[in-house]
């Protein structure tokens, strides 16, 4: 099993930036696909951004695209997701994901496509 903790979320205005990062131990997540998911009280959980697991390849939602950037450093275990010129609209509780298997039987933006979750990271962009 893999255990995932995501940190780095806060209180930011909006223009601003924050790094989230994701911490992952118990497997070395090199071998998988990862995602970063936000959710708002009441919404589901929506696509955000996913890394393939060589790290060259990204896909982004379209509302982030430009802004934020996904990566990773296998060595350390870990996967970024760099937010810039943030908005209101942003506010969210961030998630890492990880997609456990070595392909995808879907598109990799559906939440459903993940089976190792964090515990998450709320990040609030005041205007």
């Known amino acids: 099993q893999v255990q995932l903790v995501e940190s780095g979320g806060g209180l930011v205005q909006a223009g601003g930036s924050l790094r989230l990062s994701c911490a992952a131990s118990?497997?070395?997540?090199?071998?998988?696909?990862m995602a970063w998911f936000r959710q708002i009280p009441g919404k589901e959980r929506d696509f955000v951004a996913a890394?393939?697991?060589?790290?060259?390849?990204?896909y982004y939602a379209d509302s982030v695209k430009g802004r934020f950037t996904i990566s990773r450093d296998n060595a350390k275990n870990t996967v970024y997701l760099q937010m810039n010129s943030l908005k209101p609209e942003d506010t969210a509780v961030y998630y890492c994901?990880?997609?456990?298997?070595?392909?995808?039987?879907?598109?990799?933006?559906?939440?459903?496509?993940?089976?190792?979750w964090g515990q998450g990271t709320q990040v609030t962009v005041s205007s």
């Open positions: 994901a990880a997609r456990l298997s070595a392909s995808f039987s879907g598109s990799r933006t559906d939440r459903e496509q993940y089976n190792a």
């Open positions: 118990g497997r070395t997540v090199g071998n998988y696909a």
């Open positions: 890394i393939s697991r060589s790290g060259p390849i990204t």
